[in-house]
């Protein structure tokens, strides 16, 4: 008896400490986070499908127009375990508006996506990437943080879903994707990205504050200072 405790024992030991070490190696490749601008829309729905199949986690940047109109996929988005985020009311470039515009397209993004899914947002990203001092003093004013990218995967210019796959393989870790909800090219490459992933060991990640300067890929020398994170 005493035998076969001790031998129930060491297995036990082993499949510890190898789950300990498959859970240290999980994210040996890095942390990337894919982002999402422009929802939720009808397409949102198939995207969710396709995260939920293939375990991805990610931040959608809704509009807050979008939210009113399509609060149930608002709700899922938060209740598939995906972060949320403003990425104004209608679209427009901040830059453009004087600092009371910028505050409204803020606030009612704020007021709609708490009202419809209970969650406080806390990141930020000013549509086309447009961004001046007074986005930035609107944005901390209303206890925002800015996020830009670091990869553009370009889906939005209609570009294959092979395209899309090699903007997410050029991404260093930390980096942050932007993507959106309603190209279908996205769809196709979701997969893809997943099995790249999968295949060299990155986490899909959480958006997170950082002290580092995170360059805007394709605008140098703009910057941000948010990274990808383990959830």
């Given at each position: 008896m005493l035998k076969r405790c001790a031998t129930w024992l060491v297995a036990l030991c082993i499949v510890a400490q190898s789950s300990g070490v498959r859970a240290s190696e999980a994210c040996a490749g890095g942390v990337v986070a894919l982002t999402f601008d422009d929802g939720p829309a009808p397409a949102t729905s198939a995207l969710l499908d396709i995260l939920a199949r293939e375990g991805l986690r990610?931040?959608?940047?809704?509009?807050?127009?979008?939210v009113e109109q399509y609060p149930d996929l608002a709700r899922r988005i938060v209740a598939d375990g995906h972060a949320i985020a403003n990425h104004s009311y209608t679209h427009p470039d901040l830059t453009t508006l004087p600092?009371?515009?910028i505050e409204s397209e803020l606030r009612r993004t704020q007021q709609v996506v708490l009202k419809v899914?209970?969650?406080?947002?806390?990141?930020?990203?000013?549509?086309?990437?447009?961004?001046?001092?007074q986005v930035r003093h609107q944005l901390s004013t209303a206890g925002l943080k800015e996020v830009i990218w670091t990869v553009d995967s370009l889906d939005w210019t209609g570009v294959g879903a092979k395209e899309i796959l090699r903007g997410v393989e050029m991404t260093q870790p930390g980096g942050v994707v932007l993507m959106?909800?309603?190209?279908?090219?996205?769809?196709?490459?979701?997969?893809?990205i997943a099995k790249h992933f999968r295949d060299n060991?990155?986490?899909?990640?959480?958006?997170?504050?950082?002290?580092?300067?995170?360059?805007?890929?394709?605008?140098?020398?703009?910057?941000?200072?948010?990274?990808a994170e383990r959830w």
């Open positions: 990610v931040t959608f940047f809704v509009l807050g127009k979008h600092g009371s515009e899914t209970g969650k406080k947002v806390v990141f930020a990203r000013p549509p086309y990437g447009e961004s001046n001092d959106h909800d309603t190209s279908p090219q996205l769809r196709e490459a979701l997969p893809l060991r990155i986490c899909a990640g959480k958006l997170a504050p950082t002290t580092k300067r995170m360059p805007v890929g394709n605008w140098y020398p703009r910057a941000f200072y948010v990274h």
